[in-house]
């Protein structure tokens, strides 16, 4: 059994990028999520800000972001996005398909082609998406977080046993 | 000469307490920025959600949240609020003028009574508060970033000396 | 009722500076210790090297570092420690009492004269001095971590309410 | 060309476990180094104690610590080890090479059976092994640090180009 959930949630309204969340990895306290971004060439994640820092390591495939055209991410590649940058990330056309691990601490704010904000991501909505998934297709619906103190307004029904050692 | 900016900028659209930005303490890197807000007795933060986890250091007189009517803060007290929390802060009426030190990671989010957006403010939107309320009063545009490498796309006239030891 | 244990616990072993831990905040999970630093003119805390970030805010008197001659931090002024820097801090002779809250990451090696380790503080260390002072003086031994899920080997009797809001 | 510098450093003076560190992801303001730790079947990264959090995500193979018999990572797993944790890392026999993920914060200090310390590692002294490296095998000595604010002790000769987005 593996660390990450085989359940592909959909990250942006409007991107086709889809994403596992790693087992246990969604920290109420700092705001960090972990997650492993997946897609096929020419897929893309439609254009979003940042508000707190993303470190990415790409494990396989490559990818970019339309504003740097230049800079291209490939296999074993570490990148660090700052808070306030904004971008649309793409799946390159002339590789295979795309894995990069994340670690996302904050929000992701999906911006229209004005600027205005469309929607926001963060460790709570992307718990709530992952349990009306398991919720639409009868998975037990693991805790994800970590440390496991309680989250008033998240409700899980399955607990796994302790990640840190 | 203190570490504080003699700067009173505002920090919401809608509140009347006001804040001072840390010397040298707006971090592009992780999204950190330090200040100190400070409010007469009944003034108020108007209501907002956190992208990023807080913590905060009560310097002197008392607050609290409208949400949570028992608890308050007072000199001396620490408090960490988790990202999501979703809250509006007040000076309270029957303490002095109060002060309050706050590490703030990522974004606040101001929000209208039907919880749309009013205005997200972070690192970069307070820095940019700042430059401008330089400009206006005359006063020199010293960098308050930290670490120093050059971001982008915000303009800073005056480099203090090195801060870290 | 502040923040604050009322309980002066030795950080160093050789130092004459004292400490005071603040309620619910030391991290087990991040390794973030926070706490009020105090002491008297011209007292000192030893030779030590830090092993993670620290921010500190001077809360009133004036402080400075041995290796620094020049530098002092006064009322209202922050400091960032980088990871990895040496250095005594002695409470400056021509100001009052002083008091320096400190967020401290991880580890303080404190050093000999040639450089080796005398001894290593950390969450952990810290937090078992604070258990040993209470029992000393029979005083309550209150939780002081934060998130609250049971570290294993760390023994503590009252749990406060929650902090986080 | 990817993310990782093709140089395997020793990071235990005991263990025979290697590592490779990524490009330009040492982080002197927060103490953090990323690193891709590998091995053979059976091979060991010695007793040590953490003084910071990590984050370990597995990229091949199958690893455990020998103080927890039951618990092993596989490929696609992620792992967080607390402030404070003390354990022997060993590559599983029945695997492949495996090749570990890490970032970590703070130091790692390598203890002897009596726990007496006998090494510490930190973003300090990995960048001085890579340095030494680079010099004995005529490689270019690149700047892994991030951010480019300069080091005073530290000595880069070539500067890549800038890594954030």
Redesign the interface.
Known sequence: M???MERDLELSPEGNVKLKL????VD????LW?M?LHGTPGSMLSRHRH???I?G???KGAWG?IE?PV?L?????????????V?TLYIDENHIDTEV?F?V???L?FLDKSGN?IY?E???SISMKYIDYCNKNNLPVIDIT????KVPDVEFKHHPSK???
Do not use: N
């Open positions: 593996t660390g990450q790693l087992k246990e990895k109420p306290y700092t705001g972990i492993v508000y707190g820092q470190y390591y790409t494990l972001y740097h800079w991410s490939k296999s074993g590649d570490v990148v660090h996005e700052t808070p306030g940058s971008h691990l670690f601490w904050g929000a704010e904000t926001i963060d460790w709570r970590y440390p496991k103190q990640m840190d050692l």
